[in-house]
């Protein structure tokens, strides 16, 4: 049975990821951002969505980058408390013991922790409400080699421990149900 | 070590929601997708990508309606082959013995089992490349009334067991690590 629920932003599970930002050491800064996701595949184009008045909003809107940095189980608390706390108040990386690590194009940081940094420029800022939409281009990607099986080059992103967001909590992922078109294999895994 | 990898779309852990569209019995579809989420909370509003040639883009470009409906453990095949197959080819709600339920102010049906069904209105078509996104706002929201506590009236969504994909594979919750805000609260749970 359904029941009316008052219209709200019920989508789950999403990525918690912290999303860095700044151009010099002096303005670093980090934001967690569920509001996230994958716009666009070829060209690869993704979004951020920030209320106007985080720190960060006005970072990434003067200097139009920002890194996407994926976060996984072992950095959960650090992941909740750069979303709770400003960086008004606060140097995040240094409280956070996170290291700032040079990108390949853009000067905002990478988070060194991080198993995966995606390397954004901003090509529009949609403003709709509570939120500004940040609409990016991906312009360079950051993988932890560790993560890379060497004998078939493929990135193993989910044995990074991935942070899922759902509803308030932050989970890890649980059992593998299955791979990108197994209800149409012709054989079982 | 950080190593360069080509650009490109990499933001995981991401919901698998299944998209009803159509605006009669005879068109009703469903098409799985990933590239979706939260892009404002208030006013509520999201957005589904979708390619141009799958059989529910054109459906939800002239309808101007859709609906997310949120995916679980036990809807994991369904949803896996809602996403591989072609709506030009099956009736995919027959196929897959899933049930077209009435929504409150779209046309386009929610799928009854589902636990969450959010209707969506299409405020903007953004054509990006290989993928078009069609921004939304929440219109309307269906509870599955089992999941609403009765005390507090809190709807439990992550008792439903929400599937989560990430890097081509699908996923359910695992342990939970916190609530949002555990990093600075004064009283451990």
């Not at 308030?168 to 012709?186: C, P, T």
Request: net charge positive.
């Amino acid at each position: 049975m359904k029941v009316p629920f008052k219209p709200g932003t019920l989508i789950y599970p999403l990525p918690a990821i912290m999303v860095s930002c700044g151009n010099s050491p002096e303005n670093y800064n980090i934001i967690t951002v569920a509001w996230t996701g994958t716009i666009c595949s070829d060209p690869a184009m993704c979004y951020v969505s920030i209320r106007k008045e985080r720190h960060s909003h006005d970072l990434i809107k003067e200097t139009g980058e920002f890194v996407i940095n994926i976060t996984t189980e072992a950095l959960a608390k650090a992941t909740d408390w750069c979303g709770v706390r400003s960086g008004r108040d606060y140097n995040k990386f240094k409280e956070m013991h996170l290291t700032p690590q040079q990108g390949q194009v853009v000067k905002a940081p990478l988070i060194a922790e991080s198993p995966l940094n995606i390397e954004c420029k901003v090509v529009e800022i949609k403003e709709l409400g509570s939120h500004d939409m940040f609409i990016a281009e991906v312009v360079a990607v950051n993988a932890e080699e560790k993560l890379i099986d060497k004998s078939t080059g493929a990135f193993q992103l989910n044995h990074a421990k991935p942070l899922a967001y759902s509803h308030g909590k932050y989970y890890g992922l649980g059992e593998k149900l299955g791979s990108f078109g197994f209800s149409v294999a012709k054989r079982k895994k």
